[in-house]
Structure formats: C-alpha cells, structure tokens
C-alpha cells in the first residue's frame, strides 16, 4: 500500500488515541497530524480531574516536546490556532467504566469517533500486580466498552508487545490467544481482579510469581497477554487490529534522527556506558535483541489502520520487530556504542576528555564471579 493511500485514509476522520502522553503516543499524534493536517479531530484520553487539566497535561507533555518542532516550523505562527483545532483533550482514565467520561461527552463522541487507537499501558517489567492488571488487562475492557458505543467506529486498534510470546522458541504465529491458556502447558489462567487489600510490597512479588507460573518472565507481559484475551472476548463485531512490537527505540528518521524521551528500555546500558560504569556484561554475545525503531512502529499503525479500515467482524494480528529479518546481535549493540563514544567523546567539566573502554563479557556468571573474586 503506497504512502498516499493510507494518508488519504486518514482526512475528515476522527480519532480518538489512550496513552498520547507516552512515548509511542506522542509519536503518533505528531505523525498523524504532519502527514495529514485534514484529519477531522484527533480525541487525545488522559488522565486527569477535569478539562483544564487534561489540556495542561496535553500542551505540557505532548505539544511542547521538541518532537513537534517540525510541526511548529511547518506551520509557523498558525501552529498554536492549527493544534487547537485539531485535539480535543479528554479527562478520563481507561482504569475506569467507560474509561471515567460523563455520559453526555460519551454521547458527544460516540457519533464523531471512526477509530480508536488503545496505546495507553504501564510498561515496566515489574509492576505492582494490580496497577498492571487495571491497565493492561481491565484497561482493555474499559476501551473496548467504550468502543462498543461508537456508532461510526471503523476499527479498534490495540498496541500491545510481541513479549506476550514469553520465552518461546523458533516460529511465533500472528493468532489470537486462546482465553485462559497459559504459557506452560496444561494450565489454564483465571482473569480476575485482585485483592486490594493485599500490601503493597505483596503485590509485588504475587505479580512476578503469577507471571512465572503460568509461563510469562514478567507482570507487564503477562497482564498484556490477558489483556489480549478480554479483547477477544469482548470484541464480538467490532473491527479489530492488535500490533505487537518488539523494544521499541528512539526513531529512524522521522520526524527527526534519534529522538527519545528519557532513559527507557536498553537506554540505560547506554547511559551507564558512557559514564563508564559497565565495564562487563554477563550474557552469550550472539543473543540477538530484538529492537524497532519508534517511527517504523508508527508506520506500521497506520498502515495496518489503511488496510483493515471498516472490516467488521474480523482480527488481525502484527508482529513488528527486526529479529528475523534484521537481527542486531548483543556483540554489536555493545561495539556500536564503543564506537560512538570513541568518535564522539564525554568531556568533563574541567575539560578532560573521557576514554572509553570496551565491556568484558562473561557466558556464565561463574566467570564473572571467579574473575572479580578478590580472593583469587
């Protein structure tokens, strides 16, 4: 499908995305917005106590990053009349019925809204239990439920992570996940809400055991995948599309080389490289790391959102990562940033220039511990 077909797909139409103030949110909003500036209206849910709030958070921590600044060169002294005009912040939050929006804004927008894009997640690895289950897995009911009052709506689009394979080896199939089937084989998994009364510290631990008895390494991948499952459940007619991307990265190319926001992810092996604080690395040096640029997961959104455009009744799964077809082994990542920070050198501030050192692996940490042993 060529680029003009799946902008022309976009004008006039309305959209309402969770999650704009995230990562991927945001590059998607700027995306949407730079390509195709005749979109109707783009609803942007996110968490907060009324209207005023929302549009802070809005202009603060979406419009204002300098991820927009090809947008505000664009278009110059309009940009300021051009983004209002175009979002519309909602206060809602999708751990709530009905994602926390009064029923006369539900009835507003359930006539304009033509796609709903379900970005909005917690994504750390280790989570409290039940703030991952609200969002991950009953935040996907809440969105699905609002969908279902969307009279005009042509597709549900859910981002979630192609981690809901676990550790799984070889071939992983673009399907469905069947509901209640865990991982490890034989077992099957109850979605339900937790104790709220359990300690906090407690739902800590419940959430990785959980996660590892039923064959998940993590509370984010395991509340995702039930999340999976509530939506195949609940969708019944509507026209849903689930992409599931790898580790997602700063971006390739658009709308500029190399933006990020914060240190995430595989960020902090560059952070602490370059303050010389890795000097080793425990792990097999031809592990491939499955990493995506964040623009190329951006891309693959709107295209799956072209080709699936009002086609009820049916899912569609898309994995989105490099692994197979351009696999980046730990080995390089790591020479890479050797590399970089050779040709590009930290300075202190007294002026002297920081040598890199390339990082030591170790296969086993029986290695790494008999060579860092002051014993020995």
């Not at 991820?67 to 002294?77: E, I, M, P, S």
């Not at 994602?99 to 690895?125: G, N, P, W």
Request: charged share 25%; net charge positive; hydrophobic share 40%.
């Amino acid at each position: 499908m060529d680029a003009a077909a799946v902008i022309g797909c976009l004008r006039d139409r309305s959209i309402l995305i969770t999650g704009s103030t995230g990562f991927l949110g945001k590059m998607l909003v700027e995306k949407i917005l730079r390509v195709q500036p005749d979109v109707g209206k783009l609803y942007l849910l996110v968490r907060a106590p009324d209207a005023a709030s929302a549009e802070h958070r809005v202009l603060t921590k979406v419009v204002e990053t300098t991820l927009f600044d090809v947008l505000r060169t664009k278009h110059g002294a309009d940009f300021n009349s051009f983004i209002k005009n175009k979002i519309s912040p909602l206060p809602g939050d999708i751990t709530k019925e009905t994602c926390a929006l009064r029923d006369s804004m539900v009835e507003q927008i359930s006539k304009e809204i033509h796609v709903i894009v379900s970005v909005a997640a917690t994504t750390s690895f280790y989570e409290r239990y039940d703030v991952a289950l609200a969002s991950n897995t009953l935040g996907v009911a809440h969105v699905c439920d609002l969908a279902k009052k969307c009279a005009n709506l042509k597709m549900l689009l859910h981002v979630s992570t192609a981690f809901v394979a676990g550790e799984q080896e070889g071939l992983l199939v673009e399907k469905p996940f069947d509901v209640g089937k865990a991982l490890k084989k034989d077992y099957n998994l109850d979605i339900q809400s937790s104790d709220d009364k359990i300690e906090k510290r407690k739902m800590k631990k419940l959430g990785l055991k959980r996660a590892r008895h039923f064959g998940w390494p993590n509370v984010y991948s395991l509340t995702k995948s039930m999340g999976e499952m509530l939506l195949g459940t609940l969708e019944r007619d509507l026209p849903v599309v689930i992409v599931r991307p790898s580790i997602i990265s700063s971006t390739f190319q658009e709308p500029m080389p190399g933006w990020t926001e914060g240190t995430r992810t595989m960020d902090m092996l560059y952070v602490t490289y370059n303050d010389q604080k890795l000097p080793c690395f425990i792990g097999e040096r031809n592990v491939i790391v499955d990493v995506i640029p964040g623009d190329m997961v951006i891309n693959a959104l709107m295209v799956a959102m072209a080709i699936h455009w009002d086609t009820h009744g049916t899912q569609a799964i898309y994995h989105v990562t490099t692994g197979h077809r351009n696999p980046l082994h730990f080995s390089t990542f790591l020479e890479s940033a050797y590399e970089y920070f050779r040709s590009n050198p930290r300075v202190t501030k007294d002026g002297r220039i920081v040598n890199d050192r390339r990082v030591k692996f170790f296969k086993k940490y029986t290695f790494f511990s008999f060579i860092h042993d002051p014993a020995v």
